[in-house]
């Protein structure tokens, strides 16, 4: 499943996600952001299960942000999950 999800609060705009058909994480692109720490970030939970990033990453906050933008790939992964659910 290909998913592509508009990011609030962080410096990256978007995260663009690939997943298969086993919930396996097969691509994470950032748009914006730091790029070194957000392709840190994408390269590590490729071949990750979807439920395992969001276990890890949920609730992660940048400074005093009410978030980060590994809490806005677990949101996404969330949204994404609720998508192929209902579809």
Not at 58 to 79: F, N, V, W, Y
Request: positive net charge.
């Amino acid at each position: 499943m290909k998913y592509t999800y508009k990011t609030i609060g962080t410096c990256s705009s978007q995260i663009q996600i690939e997943t298969d058909d086993d919930d396996i994480i097969k691509r994470v692109e950032y748009t914006g952001g730091c790029n070194g720490n957000l392709n840190g970030i994408s390269r590590i939970v490729v071949g990750m299960k979807v439920d395992d990033v969001i276990q890890k990453f949920k609730g992660i906050h940048c400074g005093m942000k009410p978030t980060s933008c590994p809490d806005q790939l677990a949101r996404a992964l969330e949204q994404m999950k609720k998508a192929k659910e209902t579809a």
